[in-house]
C-alpha cells in the first residue's frame, strides 16, 4: 500500500477540500443526530447540503439538538436547523424540505441528484425507506443511529463501473436480519407476584390502562386474572369473578363512583385474591391490601370538588397532576397523592376524554395516560413492598424511552461526515461500520469505539438480493387489509404497495389511479384472501410485491396455516425468508457489559406494539419461569450489531480474525481491498 493510496493522508488533500465544497449531500432528520451532523458537516467544509424533516421543534428537544432555542419551538427543524448553520459558513448552500422522507416527490430522480446521503432518522421504517430508494438511485447511503451511550454508523454502497456492473458492494441496511431485544416477564409475575418497579410498571400500562381506556374487545391478562391457573384452582378461585365486566361503568355509576370502585378492586379486592393463593407466599413476602380510606389519609377529599380540570387552570382531561396541583416530575409521589392522581385521572379519562375511552391507546407523549400510569404502577408497587417511582422514571419505563446523550449524537455527527469524506476521497474501501460502546467489551483493545469493515451484501436480502419469502397465515381468516397492514406495510415497511398474481389477482395503490380503480381495489380490502380474485390466495399461491417508489419487489410464498396458538404467535402469522426485521440486536446486549436494563429499554417506531405480554406454555404452573411471559421492546434505530459481533484487532484494523475471532458474528465482512 502506497502512502497516498491511504485515507488519512488523502484527508487533508487540496483536492478533497474542493470536492467537500462541491458535493451535493443529503441530510435526512434534523433531530439529535441530524442537527450535530450538520454542524459538523458546514465546519468541515460541505457547502451544498440539503435537509428533510418532517416535524417541528418541541421544549423537549432543547436540551440536546443544540441548533434551536426556545423561541424557535413550533417552528420547522430543518428550517432552524439550516439558518443556524448557515451563520458558521455563511457560502453554504442548504436547501431545507419540511416533510416526510417517504412522499413521493423525494422519489430515485430526487435521490440521484446527490453525491451521498446521510441519515439521522429515529424509525426503521423510514431508515428502510432510505436504504431503498439509495439502492435504486445508486446512491451511497450513510446510516446511523444513537441509543443513550450507544451508537453506531454504517456505510452501505454499490459502485458500478463503467458499464454499469457492480464493481464493490456493502451490505444494505436490511442485509443483516436484526435480532430482537427481548425481555422475559412471566405473566404471572406481572399478574400475581411482582419484584421489581418494571412489573409494575407494565401492569398498569398494558392490563389496567388497556382494560379501563382501551378497547373492550381486546382481552387482557386483567380479565383471565385466575382463571385456569394452577395456583387459584388449588385455592378453590376458579376466576369466574373475574371478567372485564368487573371494569365497566354501570349505567348510574357516576365517574366518582367508578374510580374509587376500581381503586378498591385492583388495589384491595385482587391483593387479597392473590393472598389466597397460599402457596404463592411460601417463599414470597405476602402483599398488603390498600384501603381507599387509608391510603388517601384522614379528612382527605378522595378527588376535586366540582368540574374535572379542578381548581388549579388544567383543562377538562388534560392532566390530572395539574388538576390536583400536584408538581415534581423527578419527586416521587406520597401513597396518598397517588392515589389522588389514580381517581383523578379515572375522572378526567372519563369526563374529559368521553369518546377516548373504549379507544386509548397508551401513549408517552400523554401526560394523563403517564400519570395514571405512574400513580397505579406506584400503589401496586405499595402492595407488595417494591420501591416507588418518579413520574419522570415512570415515563421513561413505560414509554421505553431512552434518553437521549447529546455527547453520542455528536460522536455519530462526526463519525458520519469521516464516511462520507473517504466516500468523497475515492476511498470506499477504507469504509467502516463504527460502533460505539458504552463499556469496553474487549479487554486486549480497550476501546469504546469499534470500526470494522462494512458487510457483504446478502443474496437473500429482501431489499437488495433476490429473497422469495414464505408467509405462514389462515388464509381463509385473514382479509386483504389485514394483510396489507399486518405484512406488507408493517413487516416490509412497503408505502404504496402493488400485489399481483400470475393467476390474474390485483391490488393497487398511489397515485394516478382513477376512481374506479380507487373503489375496486377499496372493494377488494374486507375480502379473505383465499376468497380474491384469480382463484384467490391460497396455499401455495405466489404473490408478486412490488413498491415503484422504494424499488423494492418481493415475491411471498403462501403457506395456509389454520391453527395457531396466540401465546406463541400473536401476530397470527408468521414470516420466513430473509424479512427486513423492525428490531435489532443492540451492542449493549451482548456481554456482561449490558447496559440493558428495563429503565433504558429503548422506544420503538412501532408505538403500537413495543411490549408484548403473552402466557407462554409453563404459565399454567402458577407461578411460571422467564420463559412464560415475553415482554418485548423493540429497539428503535439502530441495525446495531452485537458487541460479541465486533472484533477489531489489537491494532483496532476491523474485520480481522484475531483472538476474538470467535465472537465474531454470523456476517461475512468484506475485506478492504
Ligand atoms: N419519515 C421521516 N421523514 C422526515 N423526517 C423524519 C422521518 N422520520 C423521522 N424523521 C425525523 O428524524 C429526526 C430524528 O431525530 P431524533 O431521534 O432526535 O428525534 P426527535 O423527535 O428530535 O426527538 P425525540 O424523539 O427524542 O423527542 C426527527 O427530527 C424526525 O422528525
Ligand atoms: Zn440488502
Redesign the pocket.
Known sequence: MTVSSRWPSVATSSQLKEKMQRAKVLC???????CELLKTLVLSGFEDIEV????TI?T??LNR?FLFRKHHVGQS?AQVAAEAVRVFRPNAQISVYQ????ESRFDKAFFQRFAIVLN????VE?RRHVNRLCLSAGTPLIESGTEGYLGQVTVHYRLKNGAGEIQDATECFECAPKQSRTKTYPVCTIRNTPEKPIHCIVWAKELLFARLFGRPDVATDLDEAAAGEEGAEANGDTGDHISASAFVRGPDETADTYAKRIFCRVFEEDINRVLSMEDLWETREKPKPLHLADTLGDGQPALQNGSVGGEHGAAAGESACKALGISGAHRVWSLAECAKVFLESIKQYLEGRPTEVGEAVFDKEDDLAVEFVTAAANLRAANYGIPQQSLFITKGMAGNIIH?IATTNAIVGGLIVVEAMKILAGKPECSKATFILKHVTNPKAKRLLNAISPGEPNPNCAACGTARLELLIDTAKTSLEDLLSKVVKKKLSLVEPTLRTDEGFEYEEGEGLDDDEVAGNKAKLPIMLDQQSGGGLKHGTVLHVEDQVQEFKVQIEFSHKEDWDEEQDPEFFKLGGSVPQATSKSADEAGPSSAAGPSTAPADEDDDDDIVIMDGPSAADGVGTDDDVMIVDEVKPPTMLAAADIAPDANGSAGKRGADADLEGPRKRRKAS
Do not use: F, P, T, Y
Open positions: 435526512v432528520g434534523a433531530g439529535g443526530i441530524g428533510i424533516d418532517m416535524d418541541e423537549s428537544n439538538q427543524k416533510g416526510n422522507v417517504k439521522g432518522l429515529d424509525n423510514a437521549a
